[in-house]
């Protein structure tokens, strides 16, 4: 792999798994310390969320907001069949048909807690939206706004591509970290025209971006090639955004909203409103 001299930036995988169902019946459902149930009637049906205890802030945030009543007559503003429904933009209450949603918050981010591969977008997955990287580098979330991934299943041949892929991309933010240690070396050198000095210490940052990740071999964890192709996800986003709960009753009510007609926006038509949120015992 050729590694590219630049002058920013990194990605740090986490581990662990935990294990999940959408399908799960809330009787048996195993939870873990902290973990919050919240039931969201909408227009088209209930669909009940686990909100896990390790991700706490994007979970205290999102309690304290059902509690003021925010949630409250919000509508699902963005949905994109095979692939996931969006809510919480506060600009949607009560919005006019064909107005353009999506930039709404309280005014506020919260820091990330991205912990994969433990949490990850398989089908069902609750996880927050947030602004682009290019605004955004921290990958803050948004203070409201959230997405449930419907999402689609892959092949292994597919898989082992965006495994490929994602491999690749963390060998290079690697490299990238390691090059911010170097950048007052690396401008001078530039401003200095010396090549022979930026290719020579290009090939140590080189064997030492290899030493890092010499196990990133894999990228996806078994359960997870068996859920994106048995029951689908977004895997394209992992690593890139929180994930902080799932689904755990009423995909049937999820599935109906992302099929719904949308405008060029992906608003959809109708108005799909999350009538009232409320937490669980």
Known sequence: MKYILPIVIALVLGI????????TEMNDLQTNPGDVKVLLHTTMGDITLLLYGDTPL???????LVNEGFYDGLLFHRVIDSFMIQGGDPTSKDAPKGKHLGAGDPSYRIDAEIDFPKHFHHRGALAAAREGDA???ERKSSGSQFYIVTGKKFSPAQLDQMEHKAVMRHKQEVFDSLSMQHRDSIMAMRRNRDQAGLEALREQLAVETERLTAN????FTPEQRDLYMREGGTPHLDGAYTVFGRVISGMDTVDKIQKVETDGYDRPLEDVKVISAKILP
């Open 135 to 137: 605004t955004n580098p």
């Open 58 to 64: 994007h979970t205290a945030n999102f309690v304290k």
């Open 16 to 23: 662990g798994l935990r294990a999940h169902n959408p399908n």
């Open 216 to 219: 990133d071999s894999t990228y």
